[in-house]
């Protein structure tokens, strides 16, 4: 007679990356109204007259990219969570959903940053 075992491959569970560290941005707006102005106070900020423009449809685009990879990254999150909740003995997977509901709870107290 033969008999089936089946057995719970165990996986070790990898670390996650450190937290995102960004980088300030400014961004000006400049039209024909203060032009001079902002080449003046920019030169003396920066020491430059080189500038890097954007239109608004651009600016816009780059806003919209902004939020499709968050999406992406999102939903590579829960992917990830996903299977390490699917190979992680109950114990760990039960502290694993206990992580996760607070970093959602974290991540919507401030407002959805990365």
């Given at each position: ?11 070790p569970?990898v ?19 203060n032009?001079?102005?902002?080449v ?7 020491g ?27 939903q ?26 607070k ?12």
């Amino acid at each position: 007679m033969t008999v089936t075992k089946t057995v719970k491959t165990e996986v070790p569970i990898v670390a996650r990356p450190k937290q995102v560290q960004l980088n300030d941005v400014k961004i000006y707006v400049v039209s024909k109204v203060n032009y001079v102005e902002f080449v003046k106070e920019y030169a003396k900020k920066n020491g430059a007259d080189s500038y890097i423009a954007l239109s608004v449809k651009d600016y816009e685009n780059l806003s919209l990219n902004f939020a499709e990879l968050r999406r992406y990254i999102e939903q590579q999150k829960q992917i990830i969570i996903y299977y390490e909740n699917a190979v992680a003995p109950l114990d760990e997977a039960n502290a694993l959903l206990e992580d996760i509901y607070k970093e959602n709870k974290d991540r919507k107290q401030h407002n959805g940053k990365i």
